[in-house]
DNA sequence: GTAATATTGATATTGAATTTCAATTTGTGA
DNA sequence: TCACAAATTGAAATTCAATATCAATATTAC
């Protein structure tokens, strides 16, 4: 199905239902859960430790596979984004609206990261790759440094 | 110390001595030893695993903790670089020269690796990076997809 | 409802990265 | 050359996130 920008947790809900039923996998009560707290988790990017302790403050049942398997679940039906920043574990972000992309940028002092969406890297990336004969499905932009915060404190 | 463009082994001898000796470090067969191995390497972007692998069939007792440590050594003192292109396994690679920095694209079908750098994303990346108040100090940009040989099996 | 199939959650396993530690090697300076 | 302090080595243990296992349970199609 199409999402409209910003999708609505309706629409949301509606594309992974739909995922659900092409796949003959199953609806649960687990997966609803999980999604409520996903979709509505405040933070950026989440880890599913992060998750799973949230979920079990409401759901002390709740398993920490099931969790894991169902951010991968987000992933293959792209709800979500899986990322990798580098401290050795996955982090999750709902994908705001269908095709959408964007690029990080990550300070190495507080962790802070900012997003941003440029057309010219992107540009030149096609380009580059059309040079290389490359088909290229997805890539990963990452700009590490420090914020300008932790540069004022550095500057100290 | 300065590298120049496409830096001889001597002197990255020699800014390996230097940092070993700022440090108070000590030289070691094993160093030496692993620094051949490693800088004359014939593959990109090896794993410690690879390199231990091959340096055993000459020296068996070599460790393979010492071959992951002299490998951090080389990244610390700027002779190496890290990558981590989703494999779940670190990969080392040489430093060309003395400030250089390269992006790549990964073929998911074989493996395959290409090097590139384009100043337009460089620059682009700068200006990303000033518009939100950050002070970078790198960036990684990966390309992920199908190298023309793969594109062709598969459109078979 | 029944049967087939998928899911769950506790637990075990995996595998790369990293740490530990006793034995050894190296650098320093008498 | 010698002795001492400090760093290094290599085998083995540990860590830790990711993933697999599996019996019990839940869901779906008929
Ligand atoms: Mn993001
Ligand atoms: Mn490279
Ligand atoms: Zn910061
Ligand atoms: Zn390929």
New interface residues.
């Given amino acids: 199905m199409q999402l409209s920008k910003a999708t609505p947790k309706s629409e949301r809900k509606k594309a992974l239902d739909e995922y659900i039923l092409k796949k003959r996998l199953k609806s649960t009560k687990q997966r609803d859960i999980i999604f409520d707290e996903f979709f509505n988790y405040p933070g950026q990017h989440v880890t599913v430790e992060e998750l799973y302790e949230k979920l079990k403050k409401q759901n002390p049942k709740i398993g920490y596979a099931t969790v894991y398997r169902t951010l991968k679940l987000f992933k293959e039906c792209r709800l979500a984004f899986e990322r ?1 920043f ?1 401290d050795g574990r996955a982090r999750y972000e709902p994908v705001k609206f269908e095709g959408e992309h964007h690029d990080h ?1 990550i ?2 002092g507080c962790g802070r990261i ?1 997003e ?1 969406a ?1 057309l ?2 992107e540009q ?2 096609r ?3 059309k ?18 915060s932790c ?1 004022r404190k550095r500057d100290k």
């Fill in positions: 990798n580098g940028l300070c190495i900012i941003f440029n010219r890297i030149y990336s380009e580059v790759a040079l290389n004969d490359f088909e290229v499905l997805n890539h990963k932009l990452e700009l590490y440094g420090y914020c300008s540069t």
